[in-house]
């Protein structure tokens, strides 16, 4: 553990997770989409470990203050990516029928529904290349953001009906029928693949499983498991081939590969939890990692927008000069949110109910923009 409190080889993950899914966003690791399962299983793993420390202590559960904490936490740089992107494209890249689409998908956004005004219109993510909207990838904030407010109130009236007992057999009962419903809607057609992508169901049980493992894991005494560590190898192993080899409209993503990334993601949470680093915990904690792993918030929230403006369509550059200038402008954009932004606020830069008041003020101000920024827009279909 670091001397901020953070755990090194948990933001080294996140770090490995970002890196899959701006290789993904650039074209060039096919299944790198899996790595937002991974963001979903140490989101469900942090927060419920979080929540049942409360409840260890004080017998309750102040979901308002841990609303509150996740609103300082994720909407000031959100807003921030929304007040620079929504009018950039709106000037430069985009028709009147496009800025259609990316008025509702920016106003999803602060609604954080994304995920389903992308299902409502019928839209394919894989199809995004089409780069209709900068916003398609905001879909995954608005699953986290409605399992952060439906799972702790599921927890906090699991515990109070009848204790953390209850909860440790509920937790993995849900991410384990979730994942066979998923799994099943997928190998009988029953919905489709492009919904079983987006819908907050069919990934809410990556998050699940973060979640048993807060409730049931706990580390060795003497820190060090040696099948743990194996388990780990074995799971990279299998998260690395199929982020190589999986692509987002295979069925086999839904009907196994959703199962196997909670799974493996849940193994490599554990051992990067560990207190004893082991070799696999020793190489997701190396500092470029837990870096990005650190800014990999703003590193999300900037990637898909740069790299659909920063692209061969829109510059002469192509190749390894295009990737480096992606990934330059991305990495700047996110260390700026973060050390500029992000960071400040955590440290109490904005104080409750302060800071509810200007992000209430901020929020305002970036839907005035947005509809001010596509004024022009025209009604589209978005699948012609």
């Known amino acids: 553990m670091s001397s901020t409190?953070?755990?090194?080889?948990?933001?080294?993950l996140r770090g490995l997770a970002v890196v899959a899914v701006v290789a993904f966003h650039a074209g060039h690791l096919r299944g790198g989409f899996g790595g937002v399962d991974l963001f979903f299983v140490l989101s469900g793993f942090l927060i419920t470990g979080l929540l049942r420390q409360s409840w260890s202590s004080t017998r309750s559960l102040d979901l308002r203050a841990f609303w509150a904490r996740r609103a300082r936490r994720l909407l000031p740089a959100l807003l921030a990516m929304l007040a620079v992107v929504v009018p950039v494209w709106s000037a430069w890249f985009s028709?009147?029928?496009?800025?259609?689409?990316?008025?509702?998908?920016?106003?999803?956004?602060?609604?954080?529904?994304?995920?389903?005004?992308?299902?409502?219109?019928?839209?394919?993510?894989w199809a995004a290349t089409l780069a209709q909207s900068p916003l398609e990838h905001t879909w995954s904030l608005s699953v986290e953001e409605q399992l952060y407010l439906v799972w702790p109130l599921t927890l906090l009236a699991l515990l109070r009906w009848r204790g953390p007992a209850l909860v440790k057999r509920v937790a993995p009962a849900l991410a384990v029928g979730l994942a066979l419903a998923t799994a099943l809607a997928a190998a009988t057609g029953a919905v489709s693949l492009e919904v079983l992508y987006l819908a907050t169901p069919s990934r809410a049980a990556a998050l699940l499983a973060g979640a048993a493992l807060a409730v049931w894991w706990r580390p060795p005494r003497d820190g060090h498991d040696p099948r743990l560590e194996a388990a780990a190898v074995v799971a990279?192993?299998?998260?690395?081939?199929?982020?190589?080899?999986?692509?987002?409209?295979?069925?086999?993503?839904?009907?196994?590969?959703?199962?196997a990334s909670a799974l493996c993601g849940t193994i490599l949470v554990a051992a990067a939890a560990n207190p004893r680093p082991g070799p696999v915990v020793s190489l997701l904690a190396v500092a470029p990692l837990r870096w990005l792993g650190t800014v990999s918030y703003g590193i999300?929230?900037?990637?898909?927008?740069?790299?659909?403006?920063?692209s061969a369509r829109h510059t002469d550059l192509d190749g390894a000069a295009l990737l480096a200038a992606q990934l330059a402008l991305t990495l700047g954009a996110a260390a700026t949110s973060w050390y500029l932004l992000e960071r400040p606020v955590l440290?109490?830069?904005?104080?409750?109910?302060?800071?509810?008041?200007?992000?209430?003020?901020?929020?305002?101000?970036?839907?005035?923009?947005?509809?001010a920024s596509t004024g022009d827009a025209t009604s589209v279909d978005p699948n012609p």
């Open 236 to 259: 990279l192993t299998v998260l690395a081939a199929m982020w190589w080899t999986l692509d987002v409209s295979d069925e086999r993503v839904y009907t196994v590969g959703l199962i």
């Open 95 to 125: 028709t009147p029928a496009e800025r259609s689409i990316l008025r509702g998908d920016a106003l999803a956004t602060l609604a954080y529904v994304a995920n389903w005004h992308q299902i409502a219109e019928g839209r394919s993510y």
């Open 5 to 12: 409190g953070r755990i090194a080889a948990l933001d080294g």
């Open 300 to 310: 999300y929230l900037w990637s898909w927008p740069i790299t659909q403006m920063v």
């Open 347 to 371: 440290r109490g830069a904005l104080s409750w109910p302060r800071s509810a008041q200007l992000l209430v003020a901020a929020t305002v101000a970036v839907v005035v923009l947005v509809l």
